[in-house]
């Protein structure tokens, strides 16, 4: 039977590690394995795996988002994998629809939710209420509610394995995150791999709790830094992509 690793990148997010953890076990029947990386946390987020009792790998300092991922990627097992934010609350059927959007045409490589926190397409257009109000709404299984994307968000981001054997792992020089996700679903269309939005599932996302602790400006910073990194790179602005 086919499993999904899921693997969570975390940095002193305990609480919100705990509760993306639970809303995993509450909302997903599905064969999975859950991988968390602590990212040098100092507040016991180690702890909160061991209650938990799930796989967790401890790096000694904080690597950054694209690093702790590719941990993550190398320990897993699953023929699908899942990237997950810890601020993440995962929904009814969430899963199963994003599988079965993921399985629906051998050249789809990378799919995405709905979401209430998130730049481009993928968030929801409507005012947010309540979790249980958007699941109601959206999370009915519905391939005509599957759109075509350039750009898949890294904060719930679902691709084949297939897909990792031939672009490889997340590009690092991002450092401590924004713009990997990007750079990936670009290296993924360039390898002649379609990306998805499933309109039939909606998850909840806290937003930029990682980043808050650093100050507003040292967040834009990065990501100004982040995207000339890609200009860098590729030679296109990533904007046209959202």
């Not at 909160?48 to 941990?71: D, H, M, W, Y």
């Not at 930029?208 to 400006?217: C, K, L, V």
């Amino acid at each position: 039977m086919s499993k999904t690793s899921i693997i969570i990148p975390t940095f002193n997010g305990r609480d919100l590690l705990k509760d993306c953890l639970y809303a995993i076990r509450q909302h997903t029947p599905e064969p999975v394995e859950i991988i968390v990386v602590d990212n040098g946390s100092t507040d016991g987020t180690a702890d909160i795996c061991r209650q938990e009792k799930v796989t967790f790998i401890s790096l000694p300092a904080n690597r950054g988002f694209p690093a702790a991922c590719n941990a993550g990627l190398k320990l897993a097992s699953g023929d699908s994998l899942l990237l997950l934010n810890n601020d993440v609350l995962v929904t009814r059927d969430w899963l199963k629809h994003l599988l079965a959007c993921l399985h629906s045409e051998p050249e789809i490589g990378i799919v995405g939710p709905l979401t209430n926190f998130a730049s481009g397409r993928q968030q929801i257009t409507e005012p947010f209420t309540h979790v249980d109000d958007m699941t109601e709404r959206f999370n009915r299984q519905n391939p005509g509610s599957w759109q075509p994307a350039q750009r898949i968000v890294g904060l719930c981001f679902l691709f084949k394995r297939e897909l990792l054997e031939r672009i490889g792992f997340l590009d690092e020089r991002y450092g401590q995150g924004h713009y990997e996700d990007d750079d990936y679903c670009y290296r993924a269309r360039l390898a002649g791999y379609r990306l998805m939005i499933a309109g039939d599932v909606f998850v909840f996302h806290h937003g930029s709790s990682s980043f808050s602790r650093d100050g507003e400006q040292r967040v834009q910073e990065l990501i100004e830094r982040n995207r000339q990194q890609f200009i860098a790179k590729w030679q296109v602005d990533p904007a046209v992509f959202i």
